[in-house]
């Protein structure tokens, strides 16, 4: 359907993740032009700027979602994972507890916060954390499947650290 915004939305997000950078921009427009005030149309736009490392302009577009919708999921996790690879990870952490607020059982959300806190030397809180991501979807122990939630290099080098613990063996 050509006027279909969430088809735009998901095809623009499938061409940004195969790296079809031309198509996603072309789609994620679209999307958000059909109908600029549903989050998710933002959600494309944002993927599009965070495979390309425009952090900031990713930043806004996941703003624009979180103003029209503040519990928008895709657009907190992504908003974290950013904070993250720029450095900021109590930022990034703060965004993480915000999806947890929605969904305590969120993988995801509970490994990034264990890497946060083995970085901040509570490796009690992180083993406990990651224990659980690792129970609910046990996936996230590979950096592929990571990948495919958009973690950044500096996050899954991280975590690889933290799940390199013995008791996470």
Partial sequence: NPNDNYAYTERGVLYANQKQWDLAASDCKKAIELNPNVAFVYNCQGILYHHLKKYDLALAEFNKALSLDSEDLFALRATGLIHYEKGETETAAKYFKKTLATDPDLPY??????????????????????????????????VEHLKLYNWGEKLIADTQKLLALSELK
């Fill in 109 to 142: 959300s509970q490994l990034a916060l264990a890497t946060i806190a083995y970085l901040n030397g509570d490796t009690p809180k992180a083993i406990e954390l990651a224990k659980s991501a690792l129970k609910n979807d046990p996936r996230f122990a590979d």
